[in-house]
């Protein structure tokens, strides 16, 4: 599968945040999207998840071996945005049992997902008791509990210490090496391999690996 | 759907939910009707049927302004519109999920609350079918106000300005039937057929108006 943005532009009520963008990312690949507060990165994210129209410029996904059928190109995505879609209320396994119903295509158990992001045996605590690190960690196993081959992912390492960071990064290698497509805006620099970069300084311009 | 449907009335039911508070408010405006009326027992079973409209209107307008703001502050909107199938559908499973625990615990006290306001074993009867197949049209209406006001910060009371104009018919006709229950010429069937009419067109035009003001509203 390839995802290719065309001279893309997108606007948030009368201020064009950016214009003639264009990428492109296959199965396998990463992209990072880098840029200072304030760029466009998660305009970007929303715009690739169809959660914001785009003012101008394409987004094609080819797929020639009809490996996804006919299925529309948000419901092949994972979007891990700056909020981690959890109930206070419920407990991490209530959540994550949504989730994983919510979504379809059960991938890993929650206990399997839980153990992956190194917080197993937290199933049955209430997610408004988790610290912010904690809490991101839960944002992370829900990737997880379904399969989407497309990860979309802004600032996926806020409130994480080092150790879970890394997880995360042998987490995001293991998605790659399975086919997967991650495109992540981020600050920190992550250890996942080659990747492409997508760079916003004033002017947009992408770098090959 | 079913998994989000079953949510919402989890989360309804446990504490910060909705749920109970909806019925308290109902019975404390049903109980301070005969404090600002009067002990005139008969003007109050004259009245009950209308009491028993407004209070449901007024406890359904209650949880509504948490519908959609908790999903769209904690970024389940976005994940629902991202892979939840159609979002008319998602729209409808949390009006379902909604009147399940405002509008029909509301009826289901009309037994009760009827004999505190002296009402007759006719109108009492009257009442709650008017109630069973009227409040479903408060919970899609009102879902296209909590739509509409997702993304403000205290967006209750313009939602309730928004949403109070629009279920007006459906308390004239409601009301109107208990009335005619009651009152010998005056058939009972045509308002409550009008009632049942109004809650099938609001559930077919309510989440497909909210799913719309969703998309829009989510920036």
Redesign the interface.
């Known amino acids: 599968m390839k995802l290719i943005g065309q001279k893309l532009s997108v606007e948030r009520g009368e201020d064009l945040i950016f214009s003639d963008l264009s990428f492109n990312v296959s199965s396998g690949e990463a992209l990072i999207i880098r840029g200072p507060n304030g760029a466009g990165k998660s305009t970007l994210l929303r715009a690739i998840a169809n959660l914001l129209p785009l003012l101008s410029g394409e987004l094609t996904v080819e797929d020639p071996d009809k490996e996804f059928g006919e299925t529309e190109f948000p419901q092949l995505c994972h979007y891990l945005g700056h909020d981690n879609a959890m109930k206070p209320a419920m407990s991490v396994g209530e959540n994550l049992v949504f989730w994983q119903k919510f979504a379809g295509q059960p991938h890993l158990d929650i206990e399997e997902a839980l153990e992956m992001v190194g917080l197993s045996g937290l199933d049955s605590v209430p997610y408004a008791h988790l610290s912010t690190g904690q809490r991101r960690r839960i944002g992370i196993a829900r990737l997880l509990v379904s399969y989407r081959p497309v990860w979309l992912l802004d600032e996926p390492t806020s409130g994480l210490d080092t150790p879970s960071q890394s997880q995360f990064e042998a987490l995001m290698k293991v998605h790659l090496e399975d086919g997967g497509l991650i495109i992540a805006a981020t600050h920190i620099p992550l250890d996942i391999g080659t990747f492409k970069e997508l760079i916003f300084d004033g002017f947009v311009r992408e770098t090959a690996p | 759907m079913i998994?989000?449907l079953k949510?919402d009335l989890?989360?309804a039911l446990?504490?910060?939910?909705g749920a109970v508070t909806a019925l308290l408010f109902y019975l404390a405006v049903v109980v301070a009707m005969p404090f600002a009326i009067g002990p005139n027992t008969q003007l109050l079973a004259t009245i009950g049927g209308a009491t028993l409209w407004i209070g449901a209107l007024l406890a359904g307008l209650l949880g509504l302004e948490r519908l959609f703001q908790?999903d769209y502050?904690?970024?389940?909107l976005?994940?629902m519109?991202?892979?939840?199938g159609p979002l008319p559908a998602q729209v409808f499973a949390k009006c379902v999920a909604h009147w399940l625990v405002t509008g029909l615990p509301l009826t289901l006290s009309v037994p009760v609350f009827g004999l505190f306001l002296g009402m007759e074993g006719v109108a009492i009867q009257a009442s709650m079918a008017t109630l069973l197949v009227g409040t479903p049209a408060i919970s899609f209406i009102g879902a296209v106000g909590a739509a509409v006001t997702v993304s403000l910060q205290r967006g209750g009371l313009l939602l309730s300005v928004l949403v109070l104009p629009l279920c007006i018919p459906v308390l004239i006709f409601g009301v109107g039937a208990v009335r005619a229950a009651v009152t010998d010429p005056d058939p009972f069937l045509p308002p409550f057929l009008l009632v049942i009419s109004l809650s099938l067109f609001f559930a077919v035009i309510g989440p497909f108006g909210a799913a719309l003001a969703l998309r829009q509203g989510?920036?």
Not at chain 2, 14 to 17: I, K, M, N, P, V
């Open positions: 998994a989000l949510r989890s989360l446990r504490s910060g939910g908790g502050e904690d970024g389940t976005d994940q519109m991202l892979m939840g989510n920036d």
